[in-house]
Structures are given as C-alpha cells and as structure tokens.
C-alpha cells in the first residue's frame, strides 16, 4: 500500500479505508473549514473582505509579512461549486497518490505544492502589477500625469488546487518511472499509460481553463513544478530497504522545507514602500467595514 513500485503495478491493491485515510482526511478538513467560513467567519457585507480577513492569498499583504496566507488560503474555497471541484479532483488524484507514495510522501508533496503555488502566485501577481505600473508611465499621457489611479487593485487567491495540480503531477512522475520498468510487460505497461494519458490531459485541461480571467493559473502551474519537483526526488531516491526509503523521504522533505522557508523569508518581507502603503491601505478598509459591522451587532 505504501508505494512499492513492482508490486502496486502487478496487481490493485484491495480497496480498504486505511488505504484513503489521508485523502479522506484533507476532503473533510476542507469541507468543515468551508461551513466554518460561511457561518461564523463571514460578517461583512463584502466576500473579499471576509476572506482577507479568514486569510486568503493577496500578494499586497502576503509579500509584506503575513506569510501564514499561504498555508490557510489552501483551506479556503469562494463557493459550493468551487470545493466541490476541488473535493472532486482530490479523490480522482489523492487516493492514486496515496497508494503509490503512502501517506507521508502524499503529504509532503500536498503541503510543498499548495503552500509552495500560494507563494508562487502572490509573487507572479506582484510582477504583473509592477509590469503594468511600467507600462503605465511609459504612455507618458497627460491623464497619467494629472489623474493618477490611486485605486488599490487586489486579486484574491484561494483554493486547493494549487497542492491537487502537485499531486496530479506527482502521479504522472510515477507512472513514467513505473512504466520504464524493465520487469513488465507490454500489456501491464499499456494499462499504465491510460491512467497516465487522463491526468496528463486534466493537468493539460486545467491549464488551459485556467487561462479564463478570475481563476488563478499562476497557482496551477506553480503546485505542478513543485509537486513534480518533490515526487521527482522521490522516485528517484535510493530505495533498497524500507528503512532507506523512509530515511530517503525524511531527508528530502528536510531539504524542501528548508528550501521553501528560505523562498518564503526572503521574498514574504518586502519593504517596498508602495506594496507596504497598499497593505496599510487594505487592513484601513478592513477595519473600517469590521468597525462598522460590530457596531450594527451592537444596536441590533
């Protein structure tokens, strides 16, 4: 059930609960953090503001310190349809991922790819928005001259899809590792190469749907470099004995999470004086909104 890679393509593994246990567990913890939101972590009027406020991913507040949005705005969804997607896509994926790499490696790889494609999206986001106030003075017109946009532009990040995209590219590394297998044979091979084809053509699908305005692409790209990153050195680690293989995993998830707290100390504290203003501005507005919704609270 853990992985081994002769075994798990010779024959399926018999279905049993234990075998799902971890996907199971990140579907019902993204379900009953969803009813949290909507029931006691939703009072303003605004779904923006509550969500910064609940911690979504927005690269003006990400960027200047508040770097616990990564991990958080994994576990926040903007509607039913949205986790449902989501929930949907874990099953089809993570229980695949579970059995082939067992539940340490699959957490590793969730938690590497969604915090690491929050982080990734939040700096992509901050790059476009520094590419276009470049542009912006470039046209040199007299409306940038003398009627500056002093508007405070935010674009809200949330989701699961980010770790589910590395956990789709975690399987199709497996797969191609399994299916260059010397010791099977062609039929066995053929009967990889379907599940390899479907989730190269999900991954292909989502990417391309990601290209529609509002849904966050940066993410989905980054949690599939991340996850193939990781899955990659997995695979690829000696794995002779069971004691090699799992001190094979600790070492490798060490060095990702070394890698990935460096990535997020050196790029989550920007001193930037107008990304500092933006952040100040939002958390006014914030405040202003929360204020005046405890005090409606009050004289209800």
């Given at each position: 059930m853990t992985g081994d890679l002769n075994a798990?393509?010779?024959?399926?593994?018999?279905?049993?609960?234990?075998?799902?246990?971890?996907?199971?567990?990140?579907?019902?913890?993204?379900?009953?953090?969803?009813?949290?939101?909507?029931?006691?972590?939703?009072?303003?009027?605004?779904?923006?503001?509550?969500?910064?406020?609940?911690?979504?991913?927005?690269?003006?507040?990400?960027?200047?310190?508040?770097?616990?949005?990564?991990?958080?705005?994994?576990?926040?969804?903007?509607?039913?349809?949205?986790?449902?997607?989501?929930?949907?896509?874990?099953?089809?994926?993570?229980?695949?991922?579970?059995?082939?790499?067992?539940?340490?490696?699959?957490?590793?790889i969730y938690l590497f790819s969604g915090i690491g494609a929050a982080f990734f999206s939040a700096y992509w986001q901050y790059q476009e928005a520094l590419k276009e106030v470049a542009s912006q003075a470039s046209l040199n017109t007299w409306s940038s001259l003398y009627l500056p946009d002093n508007t405070v532009y935010i674009t809200v990040s949330i989701g699961a899809s980010g770790a589910i995209m590395g956990l789709a590219a975690a399987s199709v590394i497996y797969l191609l590792k399994a299916i260059n297998n010397p010791a099977l044979s062609i039929e066995q091979r053929n009967q990889l190469k379907r599940p390899l084809y479907n989730i190269m053509a999900m991954i292909g699908l989502t990417l391309v749907n990601g290209l529609q305005s509002g849904i966050d692409n940066a993410a989905h790209i980054g949690g599939a470099v991340l996850g193939a990153f990781i899955s990659g050195a997995f695979v690829l680690a000696p794995q002779a004995t069971n004691r090699g293989k799992f001190t094979s995993s600790i070492l490798i998830t060490l060095i990702a999470a070394i890698l990935l707290f460096f990535a997020l100390n050196q790029y989550s504290s920007s001193d930037d004086e107008e990304l500092n203003y933006e952040r100040q501005f939002i958390y006014q507005e914030m405040e202003k909104e929360l204020n005046q919704w405890q005090s409606w609270a009050l004289t209800r």
């Open positions: 798990a393509t010779v024959q399926k593994p018999k279905f049993s609960l234990w075998a799902i246990a971890l996907t199971l567990c990140i579907a019902v913890l993204n379900i009953v953090v969803y009813f949290y939101q909507l029931n006691y972590a939703a009072p303003l009027d605004s779904q923006e503001n509550n969500l910064l406020l609940f911690g979504a991913n927005v690269y003006q507040l990400s960027l200047t310190g508040d770097w616990w949005r990564y991990p958080v705005s994994m576990l926040l969804h903007s509607g039913g349809m949205h986790l449902a997607l989501n929930t949907l896509a874990l099953f089809v994926i993570g229980i695949e991922c579970e059995r082939n790499y067992g539940k340490f490696r699959m957490l590793a």
